[in-house]
């Protein structure tokens, strides 16, 4: 390296390649490249780099997506990295949109302190807990999906059909069509009918078994990792995994419970106006960590005798539900990041650092 200048560089992510821009602390663009998204690749972006100065940090867009293999290849070199988040509509009319234009407004984001998050870490537990959990959602997400569409066809099945399975519980409906046996005249519309529900049930019936092997892989992922924030009234293990999920492996990122609240839209956002004075619901944020927070907020109302007295109290007071229920959340928002702030992450032997 010819001299110490201090560089600070900017990556736009993408599925084959990443563009990396690098600028020097005066904001001068010194140059932009294409790397593809392979190890050597990540080795010669960050050579390329250093070629030109000490780098001081590296702005990268989606560190939670394209980008999550770079930054832990960034920072297993000891380089800082940023999360930077995309330009927003305004600012692309203004500059235009192009991969390079992209990378060099990231690096131009870290050097004005524009932005500043620190990324996930994503190599411990809670990035396992994460994955686990995407295949229980989908699973979820598809047993609803089936239940309704076995519903629907019953409500418009013949009247033989739709009177035997009308009003049956939804676990003995299951057990009934999955091991009925349908005919094989399939141009008759009601042998079509009965095969589509049977298959249909077994559908079910494997989702159903898929979402309780996940549920046994998670539970002690879960109570090992955050043992004191599962015993937390209201909390079970999906809403305890996706908070955790929402924190990350490295919770010590956020900086306070206030800035956990925001991240969670449970931060108070005024909505005062003239001599009314009030606070409303934050529509942004993590909206699956919101909904975490919400389901413990409701559990408490409904069985926690402290959360039962204060709801009580405010409702005396003349607050109205929703209003007490953005309270709660603030509250167990705070209490939740007293746990995850002194949890010990644990990670695999093959990731410790040092």
Do not use: W
């Not at 050597?40 to 590296?58: F, P, T």
């Not at 059909?161 to 009601?190: F, M, V, Y």
């Amino acid at each position: 390296m010819a001299d110490a200048t201090a560089v600070v560089g900017g990556v736009d992510t993408h599925t084959d390649f990443h563009q990396a821009a690098v600028i020097d602390t005066t904001g001068r663009h010194l140059a932009t490249e294409a790397f593809p998204t392979t190890p050597d690749g990540y080795r010669r972006l960050l050579d390329r780099l250093r070629s030109h100065g000490e780098v001081q940090a590296v702005g990268v867009e989606g560190t939670g997506a394209y980008g999550a293999e770079l930054a832990r290849s960034l920072r297993a070199d000891r380089v800082t990295v940023i999360d930077v988040d995309r330009p927003d509509r305004r600012a692309r009319r203004a500059n235009g949109k192009s991969d390079p234009v992209d990378a060099y407004a990231a690096a131009t984001a870290v050097l004005s302190g524009r932005a500043a998050g620190t990324p996930k870490t994503r190599d411990g537990v809670v990035e396992a807990i994460r994955s686990l959990r995407v295949v229980r959602r989908s699973a979820v997400k598809s047993r609803t999906q089936t239940i309704n569409q076995i519903r629907t066809l019953i409500v418009t099945a013949p009247g033989e059909i739709r009177e035997k399975l009308r009003g049956l519980p939804t676990s003995e409906l299951i057990r009934q069509l999955a091991r009925s046996r349908p005919g094989s005249d399939h141009a008759d519309p009601a042998c079509a009918v009965r095969t589509a529900l049977r298959r249909l049930a077994r559908r079910h019936q494997y989702l159903t078994e898929e979402i309780a092997e996940a549920d046994a892989e998670l539970k002690p992922l879960v109570a090992q990792t955050a043992p004191d924030l599962v015993a937390l009234p209201g909390v079970g293990t999906e809403t305890a995994a996706q908070l955790l999920i929402t924190a990350g492996d490295n919770p010590n990122r956020l900086r306070s419970e206030a800035s956990f609240a925001h991240l969670c839209a449970a931060a108070p956002v005024p909505a005062s106006s003239g001599r009314t004075h009030r606070h409303r619901l934050n529509r942004g944020g993590d909206r699956q960590a919101n909904n975490a927070l919400h389901t413990i907020a409701l559990v408490r109302m409904r069985h926690d005798t402290r959360t039962k007295e204060y709801v009580a109290r405010r409702t005396a007071e003349g607050m109205s539900k929703k209003d007490i229920l953005r309270c709660l959340k603030r509250f167990i928002a705070r209490e939740v990041y007293k746990h995850l702030a002194r949890q010990t992450i644990i990670r695999p032997p093959a990731l410790q650092t040092a």
